[in-house]
């Protein structure tokens, strides 16, 4: 119990001081860091503010949870009530606890309204991600109807002006939209019952000259899978916050005596070296605490996934000619996509019958399993639990499983309706049928697939229920990983639209999107690389002609972008000729070179022009870096830039190769770049001065390798 009315963390970088004086506790500072000793009364004498003509004549915080009794009038942390009373909650802090230097919980209660509140912040010393959950407990017997409950609400200074959000959509999530805040409030709701498409529930807070590489930016993450609501608010006198919590429909959250709600986690950062210390701090946190110590201390296997080589068209002969052909070219793990299991002959059946197919596995997946571990690959396979098509076994059996609203018609998303887990009897036959599944069969891997949204989302009791849903979910994925500890999860939800730190929790890779374009993939790859390291990254090698936007990218094109993720290929080889699977088995073999490096380095992004990509990956002991640079065309004149190798030691010399493409993608093709061939350049010129690119056609790249000499 803590005596002081401050709470002081401090992390490697940053600071943090909740100003507990008042009835609620309230933001105060969080920034760069203050020394020990520093004494947060002065900065609270410092940040009295006056009160404006005609306004409320007393200080309304902004406080973790700013409310209606408190009389505050922006956007509150919270919405409850009993029958239309106790909607005024005004909460008075009973203790503040630190249990270590690095959390606090604070207990308040109103007496009045029967509620109590528990805060708990934790600032993680090394990344400085600070996670904050609220829990509003129910205190009395009538029951208590929850329809907000923020995470936190950060009182944030108006010098970060600038919102830079996420908008996308199938094939194209995570691009990054930056504007101006305004005075009123820019909200972004998902209501699709997954993570979705278009909301990826993050975004950060920038001072407007804040770019990649400097000036002080905050990052925001919701780690939640269901609906959310995120908001930037700036109030009529000029203070600003950010909110962000579950997204509840009407009745979703209703506590008896004694019951509570708590939020999900928000993960807020500050960094004041621009966006790539916002990457670096969250890519630090996800390794160390997300992502479980056996995933990190395992290399990443190179898959090889059949969904755009076979889509529904599996036949022994055509697997067994894509295993030898996988195996050759060096992919160290074999997914089976959709189309293995009862009915499933395209997408209009068979969702819930998770039973082998017959007709096309007589003998079951053995035989399959045992073509693929005898070519010294693991096994993955593919599932989709959440859903099941009318037309199923399934189905038939129990119509009444599914999420439906009573006197309405259910909406089918890709002929597929949702299985209602708030039914134990759901969860349990799922349970049963996989971990069934994978007691007969070497899986060491599942791809845990989602692929329509949640609307219409009533249970079988008429409740609302994507809260139940979701929490029922990772209990079923939990389940399995405790019967199953060695067997790896991805997840997938019609490619990138269940990605964050909630899922991942659970889970152990993320596919990204299902476009495999390679220039698509490079803007989809930067949104998500701001708050999830390279190594969770599915990324896969497509088919020349790219099967979603129908556009033709060569082969050192479409490797160089799957490269710096967990890398994988999605292709029907027998496409390739000759020259192509050459490339193909250089890309993979230098891909096992260097991950060790690209799922453990810092990664820097920058921005040489409007028509390229750039960054680079730096070891923790800068002694070597990789960097990337793609021209994805329109470039109007003919020298790209000087190529900036930011994050090296600048007093140590280096050494510099290209080492991918094999031959350059250049007009009139000569050893352009013969001149820094054994050259040793010191770190201060590599940063500060740079090299000459070399004049290259469009849709071309360079990686170079960079190392101390
Ligand atoms: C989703 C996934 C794809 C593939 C298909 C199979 O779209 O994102 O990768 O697995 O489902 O139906």
Known sequence: MTTTPYVVLHGSSSSLILDCTGNAPAMLYW???????????????????????????????????????????????????????????????????????????????????????????????ESNVVSTTTKIINDCEQELTVDWCAAATFGISPQYSDVISYEGRWAKEFQLRRQKQFVGTHVKENRKGRTSHDSFPGLLLAESQCDDLSGQVYGFHLGWSGNHRLCVEQLYDG??????????????????????????????????????????????????HILSTKQQQKERPIHFNTWEALYFEHSMEALSKLVKQAADVGA??????????????????????????ESIYPEGLGPLIEEVTSSGMEFGLWVEPEMVNPDSDLYRQHPDWILQVPGTKPVEFRNQFVLDFSREEVTSYLFERIDALLKEYDIAYLKWDMNRDIHQPGNHLGRASVNAQTLALY???????????????????????????????????LWTSDSNDALDRLSIQQGLSLFFPPEVMGSHI???????????????????????????????????????????????KLHKKFRPLIHSGNLVRFKLNDYSHSFGVISEAQDQ??????????????????????????????????????????????DVMDHIKDKVFSGEVLRHFGLQLPILMPESVIIFHVTRV
């Open 475 to 509: 209990k079923l994925i939990e389940r399995l990983r405790t019967a199953h500890p060695d067997v790896e999860i991805e997840s997938c939800a019609s490619g990138g639209a269940r990605a964050d730190f909630g899922i991942l929790r659970y889970t152990d890779r």
């Open 31 to 125: 920034g760069t860091k203050l020394s020990a000793n520093v004494d947060p009364g002065m900065l609270s004498i410092l940040a009295k503010r006056q009160i404006a003509n005609g306004a409320a004549t007393e200080d309304l915080s902004i406080t973790l949870c700013p409310t209606d009794g408190e009389g505050f009038m922006g956007q509150t942390g919270l919405r409850v009530h009993r029958n239309g009373q106790s909607w005024g909650v005004y909460t008075q802090i009973d203790a503040i606890e630190q249990p270590d230097a690095q959390r606090a919980i604070i207990r308040s209660s109103d007496k009045n309204s029967r509620v109590s509140m528990v805060h708990e912040i934790h600032l993680e010393p």
């Open 332 to 357: 160290e793990r074999f997914v089976l996509d959709d189309g293995w299991f009862r009915h499933r002959r395209n997408d209009d059946a068979g969702l819930g019958d998770w039973y082998v197919e």
């Open 542 to 588: 497509g088919p020349k002609f790219c099967h979603i936007t129908g556009r033709q990218l060569d082969i050192d094109l479409r490797a160089s972008t799957a490269f710096f993720g967990h890398m994988g290929m999605e292709v029907n080889l027998s496409e390739f000729d000759e020259a192509e699977v050459i490339q193909l088995k250089n890309a993979l």
């Open 625 to 670: 870096a990789l960097y990337s640079y793609t021209e994805t065309g329109g470039y109007p004149k003919h020298l790209p830039g000087q190529y900036i190798f930011h994050g090296l030691d600048e007093s140590a010399e280096y050494r510099l190769e290209i080492i991918w493409p094999s031959k350059l993608k250049v007009p009139i093709y000569k």
């Open 239 to 288: 203070r600003a916050l950010v909110q962000m919590g579950e997204l509840l429909f009407p009745g979703e959250i209703i506590l008896g005596a004694n019951e509570s709600y708590e939020s999900p986690i928000i993960y807020g950062l500050h960094s004041q070296t621009g966006l790539n210390g916002i990457s670096q701090g969250y890519h630090q946190f996800v390794r160390n």
